[in-house]
Each structure stands twice: as C-alpha cells, then as structure tokens.
T-cell receptor, first 113, second 114 residues
Framework: DGGITQSPKYLFRKEGQNVTLSCEQNLNHDAMYWYRQDPGQGLRLIYYSQIVNDFQKGDIAEGYSVSREKKESFPLTVTSAQKNPTAFYLC????????????FGPGTRLTVT | AQSVAQPEDQVNVAEGNPLTVKCTYSVSGNPYLFWYVQYPNRGLQFLLKYITGDNLVKGSYGFEAEFNKSQTSFHLKKPSALVSDSALYFCAVRDIAQGGKLIFGQGTELSVKP
C-alpha cells in the first residue's frame, strides 16, 4: 500500500450524519484521487486534485466534498446528501496527473445504517 | 469516451498452468494502460503499465502483459499460476484529459486451484 494511509479502516455512521475519511501520503506526489468501489462495478472517481488548493469533480461527486490544503492530505467528506454512501473508499496518489501509475491506500469501508 | 472492458467476471486456472486475464480498451489517442491486483479488503497494488515502447510489458510477481494495438487489447499473462495469485484483477486506462483519472474495467476474479 506504499506511503498512503487511510483511516479508519472501518467506519460506521447513522443516516443523516456527515463523515470525513482521512487520506495522507508521504510520497511527495502532486496528484491525489478518491475512488468509490462497489461490488461488480469496479472503481469510480469521486474527486481529484492535481495540485494543492485545487480539486475537480469526478464522475460521481454528488453528496461528497473534499479539500486540499496541504500537499500530503486529501480528506473526503461524505455528506448526508449522498443517497447510498455505504461502500469501500480508496484514496490514491501519483507523481503527476499524466502517465504515471497511481498508488493506492488500504481503503476505508464505510457502513451507513 | 475512454473505456475498458474485462469480458470475464471469473477465470479459473489450475496451479502451474499459464493464466490469461483479458482486457480490451477504447481510447482516442495513445493509450496509457495499467493492471492492478486487489486482495480482499485491501487497496489496489500496481502490477505493470504500458505507456510506449515494447508491446510485451513485464511487471511484478512474474506477470506480463501484451499490448496489441490492432486488437485494442492488453491481456495480462503469467506462465505458471500460483494459488497465491488468486485475487481480483483490474485493467485501467488513464484519461490524461481529465486530470489523469483511471478508468477501470469491472474486474476479473482469478481463482487458482491446487
């Protein structure tokens, strides 16, 4: 899982609560990404950031928010507006946003009841 | 739009036999192709990539992949499968125009039996 940490590994929340997932990297990478994984659907991009203080919506950004105040940190907030938040969330980073491979964290499994 | 397809949900192989996990892609321009492996409840591990150059790419753990431009394929291969290779495998293409995001296939579950 390289130099990317995600915490916590498992997270349980009640419906209607916002929750923030942590992602930290010590690889000095410029680009960071959040993906959501659901069974049988592969991974889908939520948000990405190519540089500090800048981020862009991915394919499924509704109900999520992010910040990129520091190069090494890219937290994801799952808001109460996300209709189906229960999923496995993966954070990734790469040196740049061009052809380099992305390195993934160990993931956070969020369960909302 | 860029896309990746993995036509097989599951591949079953006997230990010691060669394995192939299939991937086809559709991109505009030159493809940046990747293979990742995922073990249960873990993040994805990078196996190999094709950016340019030789069509046969060698990666981690004895895996290799063959880039075929005419067939728009990037199949993952290994000459002799191990039980420990059993995992979920993802093919992906990098979309440089959209922040370098990875577009993933649905994944292929590889099961290697002793």
């Amino acid at each position: 899982d390289g130099g990317i940490t995600q915490s916590p590994k498992y997270l349980f929340r009640k419906e209607g609560q916002n929750v923030t997932l942590s992602c930290e990297q010590n690889l000095n990478h410029d680009a960071m990404y959040w993906y959501r994984q659901d069974p049988g659907q592969g991974l889908r991009l939520i948000y990405y950031s190519q540089i500090v203080n800048d981020f862009q919506k991915g394919d499924i950004a509704e109900g999520y928010s992010v910040s990129r105040e520091k190069k090494e940190s890219f937290p994801l907030t799952v808001t109460s507006a996300q209709k189906n938040p229960t999923a496995f969330y993966l954070c990734a980073s790469s040196i740049t946003s061009s052809g380099d491979e992305q390195y993934f964290g160990p993931g956070t499994r969020l369960t909302v009841t | 739009a860029q896309s990746v397809a993995q036509p097989e949900d599951q591949v079953n192989v006997a230990e010691g036999n060669p394995l192939t996990v299939k991937c086809t892609y559709s991109v505009s321009g030159n493809p940046y192709l990747f293979w990742y492996v995922q073990y249960p409840n873990r993040g994805l591990q990078f196996l190999l990539k094709y950016i340019t150059g030789d069509n046969l790419v060698k990666g981690s753990y004895g895996f290799e992949a063959e880039f075929n431009k005419s067939q728009t394929s990037f199949h993952l291969k290994k000459p002799s499968a191990l039980v420990s290779d059993s995992a979920l495998y993802f093919c992906a293409v990098r979309d440089i125009a959209q922040g370098g995001k990875l577009i993933f296939g649905q994944g292929t579950e590889l099961s290697v039996k002793p």
